[in-house]
């Protein structure tokens, strides 16, 4: 558990750090039109998906790969901690440089995180599927405090930020790889387990409960991130308010973990992530007015958002867990990774589009940064509409039991 803790952590600090930072750096530091760095961020994001999705039915067709996953998880954490630390000392207003950066860390970062979300169904297994992602959306939310209180002296400093910035991130990913560096052992550990190993998986179709999931995720997680991107840029008035919105948000998230499990448990995991949606949408809505409200009224506002918003990314992973189990097949390695790498790959999809969505916002604008608020209301009423869409899907959802492999092919 504490290996796995760990690990989860180093992962989630370069996840948490490439999510909330990367656009920032792009527009900020390197110059980059905000139209073409939304672009490169959506590029490198499908990139990252499809390799999930490829990485996790290989190992689920052909085990024998797991094989070879500790030192290929070695060489993919060192590759996805440069990646990420090198971005910020790039020269101005060179891309190409900046969109291999991108590139190098998203194919690092999908070598290790596939095999280790395989890994989770040992927790499913004894805490079941509430617990394991209790323990998830705790480990990440505490690295997202991390990049929070990175994040404030950058954002408080705005441009002036360049000069210890690069220090910042390189930290972080220095940290990242530290943490990270039990997972080669882990997978080592895992693969013993050899009645897999050299066993190839019949091809299935992939099942539909999961397809509707992975498309509600793309959809709503595609509206909501595109709004905590997009306040990064806005002029909340109060700098101190603007530059603590990334420490308060993941700080939100930890608190949302106690907050919605009560809640889970008494109307079941996949319509309390339904409740979060809708809650979701209407509180994106509200942005313009509240950026123009007093602090303590704003920041009482970025608490409430973030619990909602903190909500969905701990049940996302409970409802997955739980769709998994009841394909009534055994929770092998193959399967989750197989099944994982799909989610994984919808949920980037749905990141980086976000990230497009806003480099055209910003395009829209005069100036891409200190956006006054009454110009969101587009985005805001778009963000709605995603919210809305994934909600109504979810409750569309009737879950199958059925022996269920997943494959891409055939």
């Known amino acids: 558990m504490i290996g796995y803790g760990s690990v989860h952590f180093g992962k989630s600090l370069l996840w948490a750090g490439e999510d909330a930072l990367t656009l920032y750096i792009l527009v900020r530091f390197l110059d980059l039109p905000p139209a073409l760095a939304g672009g490169m961020f959506l590029a490198s994001a499908l990139w990252n998906a499809l390799c999930d999705g490829l990485f996790g039915a290989s190992l689920h067709r052909w085990p024998a790969i797991r094989r070879v996953l500790p030192p290929l998880s ?5 590759a996805s901690g440069i990646g990420f630390a090198i971005l910020p000392l790039l020269e101005k207003g060179h891309a190409v440089p900046a969109i291999a950066l991108l590139f190098l860390f998203r194919t690092g970062f999908s070598l290790l995180d596939v095999p280790h979300n395989a890994l989770t169904r040992r927790i499913a297994e004894t805490r079941g599927d509430l617990g394991a992602a209790q323990v998830r959306a ?4 505490a690295a997202a405090i991390v990049i929070g209180l990175v994040s404030f002296p950058v ?6 930020a360049e000069q210890f910035a690069p220090m910042l991130v390189a930290m972080i990913g220095l940290l990242a790889v530290i943490c990270m560096a039990p997972l080669p052992l882990l997978l080592a550990r895992d693969a013993d387990d050899r009645q897999e190993i050299g066993q190839a998986r019949t091809s299935r179709s992939i099942p539909s409960p999961l ?7 793309v959809i709503g997680l595609a509206g909501l991130a595109a709004a ?5 840029h806005l002029d909340f008035g109060a700098s101190a308010i603007f530059g603590a919105v990334l420490l308060v948000m993941t700080a939100g998230r930890l608190t949302a973990v106690w907050l919605w499990s009560p809640i889970a448990r008494h109307i079941g995991s996949r319509h309390a992530l339904v ?18 409200w007093s602090g303590p009224v704003a920041l009482s506002w970025l608490i409430l958002f973030s619990l909602i918003g903190g909500g969905i990314a701990f049940l996302t ?55 006054a608020p009454s110009l969101f209301w587009p985005l ?10 994934a909600a109504v899907l979810l409750l569309t959802i009737r879950p199958e039991r059925q022996a269920a492999d997943l494959s891409f092919g055939e």
């Open 275 to 292: 409740l979060a949606y809708a809650a979701s949408g209407l509180a994106a809505l509200m942005i313009p007015a509240v950026a123009q």
């Open 138 to 141: 705790a480990v990440a939310s």
């Open 211 to 217: 397809r509707i999931y992975c498309a509600a995720t």
């Open 317 to 371: 992973w409970a409802v997955l867990s739980e769709m998994i189990g009841q394909t009534g097949a055994p929770p092998e390695a193959g399967r989750y990774a197989a099944h994982f790498g799909l989610f994984t790959m919808s949920m980037k999809i749905g990141l980086g589009l976000s990230a497009g969505i806003t480099g055209v916002w910003l395009s829209s604008s005069s100036q891409p940064v200190d956006i």
């Open 228 to 232: 905590g991107k997009a306040m990064l």
């Open 74 to 78: 070695g060489m993919a954490i060192l």
């Open 380 to 389: 805001g009423s778009f963000v709605m509409l995603t919210c809305g869409v």
């Open 155 to 160: 954002l408080l400093a705005g441009r002036n």
